[in-house]
């Protein structure tokens, strides 16, 4: 069972940055695929990315909401996945997740997902 654990968020202002964390707390990560998605109050869950078990040298795509301002990488010798979130905006703020990730007949499915991490961006 594959346990995974988000860190890093907190509150910004617009314009500014956060580094997200995922790694697993119990089981490993080494044989999925991890990414992340994100729920804000009233909305649907918007799909960020999702990034391969193994090493590609494919950049990881992400919605139009957040390209260019987000990336995400994948320590694969440390187990761990981060969110690099850049020139922040209000509609950023939402609960962040990791989980394990596959492609889905509408963009990503996800499973295995943490508690999840509260990213607030307010002047």
């Known amino acids: 069972q594959l346990r995974l654990v988000e860190s890093g968020g907190g509150s910004v202002q617009p314009g500014g940055s956060l580094r997200l964390s995922c790694a697993a707390s119990e089981g490993t990560m080494d044989a999925y695929a991890i990414g992340w998605f994100r729920q804000a109050p009233g909305k649907e869950r918007e799909g960020l990315a999702c990034i391969s078990s193994v090493s590609t040298g494919r950049t990881p795509t992400f919605p139009d909401s957040v390209k260019g301002r987000f990336t995400l990488s994948r320590d694969y010798a440390a187990n761990t996945v981060s969110l690099q979130m850049n020139n922040l905006k209000s509609e950023d703020t939402a609960v962040y997740y990791c989980?394990?990730?596959?492609?889905?007949?509408?963009?990503?499915?996800?499973?295995?997902w943490g508690q999840g991490t509260q990213v607030t961006v307010s002047s």
């Open positions: 989980a394990a990730c596959w492609a889905g007949v509408n963009g990503y499915d996800y499973d295995y």
